[in-house]
């Protein structure tokens, strides 16, 4: 498999403090990967120190195929940033033909570049105003543009949604599928977790600087089985455990993460035949929210 991003052990300390302790990860070539965690997790150093921007403590990394913080590791690499500033004396489209010519793209390219992304972005009507004028929402997908206008094969977006009414917000994701058709690798950080389960083929999640949980979104989430009986014994939770996982317990209810919906009928007939009272069985799909949640734990407190 090629890999797009490799990274093994990345530290970063400032003086005492760790912002990321341990990082670890691949992302395939082609992939929209979700990178999720609470704030203060170290996501933003973390990307930081896979562009170069931020030189590692610890570890080493590539990116596609390159050292990280090399020049060629950078030059098929898009950025947007989650806190961008851009000179609000340009227009829009003198900032993407400044990009452009930053990637050393000829006139005829450049030309053909902005006139696609603006279109792409709906900003086409808005590409000779000054930027000051522009809305947030503009602005943000004026910066996905630039992040796009060299083509890239890898894209960094850092909240790229953050500041986007529903409709802008529907526009990035259509994008950003579009990018996952051409094989372009998305590096996705956002806190909008609905965005992140429509587009992201992986997630893993982040707490105190470390990876903590990794999942597949490509088939949805595995099954839960709630079920209410008259009394949850050791007995009962120790036979479930053979049906699937379970994730939760009480006196009287059970979660099990089911390996196969197919097995709730045996789940209730072996439950039948060890005379358990069953009360309740009703089958649920958890959401990415959910499993946020159970991750990252109670002991977090909101940033």
Known sequence: ????????????????????????????????????????????????????????????????????????????VGFLPEHFRFQEWMTGRELLDVHGRLHGLTAAVRAERIAALLAEVDLADAADRPLRTYSKGMQQRLGLAQA??????????DEPTS????????????????????????????????????????????????????TSLRDGFAPELHLTLDAVSA??????????????????????????????????????GRDAAVYGVQVKRPSLETLFLETIGPDERAG
């Not at 526009?171 to 058709?181: A, D, E, S």
């Open 148 to 157: 796009l206008i060299h083509r890239p094969r890898l894209v960094f977006l």
């Open 163 to 214: 500041g986007l009414d529903p409709l802008g917000r529907i526009l990035v994701r259509n994008l950003v599928l579009r990018l996952r058709t051409e094989g372009v690798t998305v590096f996705f950080n956002s806190h909008i977790l609905s965005d992140v389960e429509t587009m992201c083929d992986r997630v893993v999640f982040l707490k105190q600087g470390r990876i903590i949980h990794e």
């Open 235 to 272: 007995e009962i939770v120790h036979g479930l455990r053979t049906f699937g996982e379970v994730a939760q317990t009480t006196d009287r209810e059970v979660r099990l993460r089911l390996t196969a919906e197919a097995e709730v009928p045996n789940i209730v007939r072996w439950l039948v």
């Open 1 to 76: 498999m090629s890999w797009a991003i490799e990274a093994t052990g990345l530290r970063k300390t400032f003086g005492a403090k760790v912002a990321v302790a341990d990082l670890s990860l691949r992302v395939a070539a082609g992939e929209v990967f979700g990178f999720l965690g609470p704030n203060g997790a170290g996501k933003t150093t973390a990307m930081k120190m896979l562009l170069g921007l931020v030189h590692p403590t610890a570890g080493y990394g590539r990116l596609l195929g390159y050292p990280i913080g090399s020049r060629e590791s950078r030059r098929w």
